[in-house]
C-alpha cells in the first residue's frame, strides 16, 4: 500500500457529473436510431410506443442515461465475446428482420439455427424466479414467433448477484441462461395475439382518436406514473392519473 499525503483535499464535483451525464445522454440518443414501423418492442407497452411516436420527444432523464448507458455497453460486451470478436463490435443486436405475415420488424440479440437468443442485464440481488422473467419472456416470444421456433435462449446478466457459498465474498456479475421451451399451438396464438396488438396501435396511430388510444392496453405498472414517464399528463392513465399514488 503507498501513503497518501497527509493533507490531501477530496471534493465531489457535481458540476463534472452533470456534464458527463449530459454528454452520455447526448451519445444515447444521437445512437438511437429512428425505427420505420412497428417494431417488436413498440407491442410490450403500446400505449407507451403510441405517445413516444407522437409527441414531441422528450430528453431523457438522468435515471434512464444511467439504466440505458450501463445496458447499452454491457449487452455490446457480451455479444462481442459470444461471437469472439477482437475488441467489441458495438453493433447491439443480431440484425433486424421484417416479418410481413406479423407486420413488424424485430431484433433479437442473436439467432443460431433458427433458434433466437436475447440477453437482458439485471441489478436484481436475488436468484430469479420463472415469474420474473415475464417481460423478458414476452419479447423473447416475439421473436421466438418470428422464427417459427418453440425454442428460444434468455440469457441474464445478474451484475449484483451475491457471492455463492465459497467464492468469495460480497457480489459479483453471474450469468443466468434459461432453455425456454413453447407448444406449436401457443406459439401460432402468440402470432394471433401480436397481430391484434400490432392492428389496434396502426389503428390508434391512424386515426389519433381518444377511443382508439384508450384502447390501448395501460403501460405495467413499473414504466408509469408523473415521475416515471414523460406521457404522463397527455395520457392521463384511467383509474391512475389523478391519484396520489400515480400523481408523485
Ligand atoms: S402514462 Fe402510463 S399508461 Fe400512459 S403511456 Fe405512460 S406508462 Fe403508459
Known amino acids: 500500500m503507498l501513503a497518501l499525503p497527509a493533507l490531501i ?12 451525464v449530459d454528454k452520455t445522454r447526448a451519445w444515447l ?18 400505449r ?3 405517445y413516444d411516436k407522437t ?31 477482437d475488441g467489441v463490435n458495438w453493433k447491439s443486436d443480431g440484425g433486424s428482420t421484417i416479418d410481413k405475415t ?3 420488424s424485430y431484433s433479437p440479440d442473436w439467432c443460431k439455427n433458427g433458434v433466437p437468443g436475447e440477453l437482458k442485464t439485471s441489478r436484481g440481488k436475488y436468484e430469479m424466479r ?30 449484483n448477484l451475491p457471492a455463492p457459498p465459497g467464492q468469495g465474498w460480497g457480489t459479483y456479475p453471474q450469468y443466468r441462461c434459461f432453455d425456454i421451451n413453447v407448444t406449436k399451438t401457443a406459439l401460432a396464438e402468440y402470432a394471433k395475439q401480436i397481430i391484434r396488438v400490432r392492428k389496434a396501435l396502426v389503428l390508434a396511430l391512424k386515426t389519433k382518436k381518444a377511443k382508439n388510444i384508450n384502447a390501448l392496453p395501460l403501460c405495467r405498472e ?7 414517464c414523460p406521457h404522463y399528463l397527455v395520457c392521463k392513465p384511467e383509474g391512475r392519473f389523478g391519484t396520489k399514488r400515480w400523481d408523485k
Do not use: W
Request: aromatic residues 8%; charged residues 25%; glycine residues 8%.
Open 29 to 46: 440518443e444521437k445512437d438511437s436510431s429512428d425505427r420505420k414501423g412497428i417494431h417488436a418492442s413498440d407491442l410490450l407497452d403500446p
Open 222 to 228: 413499473f414504466k408509469c406514473g408523473k415521475s416515471q
Open 130 to 159: 420463472p415469474s420474473d422473467l415475464s417481460l423478458y419472456l414476452e419479447q423473447l416470444m416475439i421473436y421466438m414467433t418470428g422464427e417459427k421456433s418453440t425454442y428460444g435462449r434468455l440469457v441474464v446478466l445478474m451484475t
Open 55 to 85: 409527441q414531441t420527444k422528450v430528453p431523457l432523464s438522468e435515471r434512464l442515461v444511467g439504466l440505458f448507458f450501463v445496458g447499452k455497453v454491457l449487452h455490446a460486451f457480451f455479444l462481442s465475446a459470444l461471437t469472439g470478436e
Open 48 to 50: 407507451k410506443a403510441y
Open 9 to 20: 483535499q477530496i471534493d465531489r464535483n457535481k458540476k463534472a457529473e452533470v456534464g458527463l
Open 102 to 104: 406479423l407486420g413488424i
